[in-house]
């Protein structure tokens, strides 16, 4: 959902959403469809890539013109609710041959001039047939978007042949290339989806056991949304070694574009999954994904009406709580997309769109809050069961002895430093829970109405680990229960959550 819309301020009395002022966002959270869809590569400023004299000798500077009137003809063909998707595939590829020019211009070599000059001229190619290709009827036909091509084939019984060529070329060595082919059947949630076939050359993917459960090999799913084609990929077993052709197939996920008129009418939906806000008009990363992709359209949908629906359970305090906690989540949605397209933790390829990972992530993140918000247990009584918050997830169980243990985790969104485990013990006693611990600060599990709080001291004792006058550690300062950074508390509030596939996930990650 976009930062700007849902789960705003709610009026104590009114139980609908309502919309509140847009947020200040930071660049790299923008719709790239607001990013400039020109090239800008030649000149003679200090930022520019290319001098203006090496582009026309070159002929870098016609390809560029080529490429940026080839894309307005596009553009001017493109429905409204695809023309952010069209833009922000442009603005991927400026990213990446504006990368690929840093290169060149710094290793004098003729595969990396090669390479460029290829790039440009596929882009040019794949725009022509991209203005061509709307108004398609079904999936059959060769599709296109900034990091290769997908061919269609129908087969029997309604499935489709796949065969994927993917090239991406940020320059050097930081480049991407794959091909494989996928046979493609129908499933009940209106997507085909199948596994990825080994390669010819490929040595059959077996465990290391006979006996043993073969591994699984990645899988993709295809569906129409609207007049792109939705692909979104996942991984398989690490032992599974079909891919013979492949360095990574973390750009698979993606929408591409039909590129020119395809003479079969096979049958297909192109209906667009329309999300609770205005797809011609995203204001962030995320807001263009989730309108690119049908399950995460579907996914703000059902947000909403469980939001909505869950109110008038909710008394007065929890709801508050719940509110604000929904606001933060809110905003980590924003960030979540962009924080894993470019993650910043991989210094040598933060620059290479990663948007198998981030299309993931983003739909895990939705999934576990839909897990809350439909799954809300009001009626828990105790400590005992899955709690969740924006922030933080923690399961406590009770043994047959009165043992109380608890196991999870606290983040803050995309800062891999600031993480903290939860694994307590102690029990029961006179109601109250009482922890293992032997220290100033010891962990604490208390109830709060319909909530439970986490470790309620530790925000004062965070504030006094740097309290010295000078800003340095104070060592007098109890221990830190988070582990990588002095400064950050363990105090969460949680609420309750019925079991879920979705949230049953407490090994520690970067959010």
């Known amino acids: 959902m976009p930062g700007s819309l849902r789960f705003a301020a709610l009026a104590a009395a009114i139980t609908v959403l309502v919309p509140r002022p847009s947020l200040a966002l930071d660049d790299y959270l923008r719709a790239s469809s607001s990013a400039p869809t020109a090239i800008k590569l030649c000149g003679d400023t200090d930022s520019d890539r290319i001098k203006t004299a090496d582009c026309k000798k070159a002929g870098y500077d016609m390809q560029i013109g080529q490429i940026d009137k080839a894309f307005d003809a596009a553009l001017a063909k493109t429905p409204p609710n695809i023309k952010p998707l069209l833009k922000r595939d442009q603005a991927w590829f400026n990213e990446m041959i504006q990368e690929a020019a840093d290169t060149m211009t710094q290793a004098d070599q003729d595969e990396l001039r090669q390479n460029f000059a290829e790039t440009l001229r596929r882009r040019i190619a794949s725009l022509d047939g991209i203005a061509d290709g709307f108004g398609r009827p079904g999936l059959a036909g060769q599709w296109i978007n900034a990091f290769g091509k997908i061919s269609v084939t129908p087969a029997d019984d309604g499935a489709y042949r796949v065969a994927v060529e993917l090239q991406s070329d940020y320059g050097s060595n930081r480049h991407r ?81 039909g590129a020119g008129k395809e003479a079969t009418s096979d049958k297909a939906t192109t209906a667009f999954v329309t999300p609770t806000f205005d797809c011609t008009r995203p204001e962030t990363a995320t807001d263009e994904e989730i309108c690119a992709d049908p399950d995460l359209a579907d996914n703000d949908i059902r947000l909403n009406r469980a939001w909505k629906a869950l109110q008038p359970r909710l008394d007065e305090a929890t709801r508050r709580a719940l509110t604000d906690d929904q606001r933060h989540w809110v905003k980590s949605q924003t960030e979540q997309y962009p ?25 895990a993140l939705q999934r576990e809050r839909l897990a809350l918000l439909e799954g809300f247990d009001d009626k828990r009584s105790g400590i005992t069961g899955v709690w969740l918050a924006y922030n933080a997830i923690i399961k406590v169980t009770t043994d047959s002895d009165g043992t109380v243990t608890a196991t999870g985790w606290k983040w803050d969104q995309g800062d891999w430093k600031a993480g903290c485990d939860y694994e307590m013990t102690g029990k029961i006693v006179r109601g109250s829970f009482r922890s293992d611990e ?30 010295n006058k000078d800003g340095s550690e104070n060592k007098d300062a109890d221990e830190q229960k988070c582990r990588r950074r002095l400064d950050v508390s ?12 979705d949230i049953d996930r407490f090994k520690g990650s970067i959010r």
């Open 177 to 257: 290339g794959c091909k494989f082919g996928a046979l493609l059947k129908p499933v009940a949630t209106g997507w085909l989806a199948g596994p990825v076939l080994a390669g010819k050359e490929a040595e059959k993917p077996a465990s290391a056991d006979a006996g043993s459960k073969p591994a699984k090999p990645p899988a993709l799913k295809m569906r129409r949304q609207g007049d792109t084609l939705r692909i979104v990929g996942s991984d398989g077993d690490d032992d599974w070694a079909g891919l013979s052709d492949c360095d990574s197939m973390a750009q698979i996920t993606g929408s591409y574009f």
């Open 438 to 467: 032997a220290r100033k600060n010891p962990d604490t599990l208390e109830r709060d109405g319909s909530m439970l709080i986490v470790n309620r001291q530790d925000d004062v004792f965070a504030r006094k680990r740097y309290s």
């Open 339 to 363: 924080e894993f397209l470019h993650p910043a933790w991989e210094k040598t390829t933060s620059q290479i769109h990663a948007t198998t990972d981030a299309r993931d992530h983003l739909d």
């Open 490 to 501: 363990s105090t969460a509030r949680l609420f309750p959550a019925r079991p879920s596939p």
